[in-house]
């Protein structure tokens, strides 16, 4: 969907977006964030332009879990909202998870973007009314590459 209004929000996945996945089985209390290239001084630079929030699936993790992991590499602070599926008791595809983050922004569908790395976050963020941008590369050039097309 190309809309007309600027863009106000980003939203993140988590997993494959931002950090390397971990296995499904692996334990909470063992997860190590391992931050993707250059996610560090994007996240900072997008901070800078829009308001940041997080949608991730996952079966166990609470906003508290994925906080605490995010704090570890120093993007956590960015992240004005952290919306898990287990908070929200739904899973991308269905649209709840992304919607409960925009309105905890306060930030339109229609001034928003959602990066993600897969099928169901297209999905997701498609049937919330936002816009969709399949990461490839950095988020900086994943965004740009949003914008230009939008233009």
Known sequence: MISEQPLAA?????????????????????????????????????????RLGAVTNT??????????????VGVGRHL??????????VAKPDPLPIQVALERL????????YVGDRE????????AGCGYAPIDGTLRETIARHLAQRR
């Open 10 to 50: 980003v939203l993140l996945d988590v997993g494959g977006t931002l950090v390397q996945e971990a296995a499904p089985t692996a334990p909470v209390d063992r997860l190590v964030a391992r931050l993707l290239p250059a996610v560090r001084e994007d996240i900072e630079w997008l901070a800078s332009r829009y």
């Open 80 to 89: 004005e909202v952290v919306v898990t599926s287990v908070d929200v008791g």
């Open 59 to 72: 079966s166990v993790m609470t906003e508290t879990d994925v906080r605490r992991l995010l704090d570890t």
């Open 106 to 113: 306060g930030v339109a569908a229609a001034a928003s973007l």
């Open 120 to 127: 169901s976050d297209r999905i997701a963020a498609t049937a």
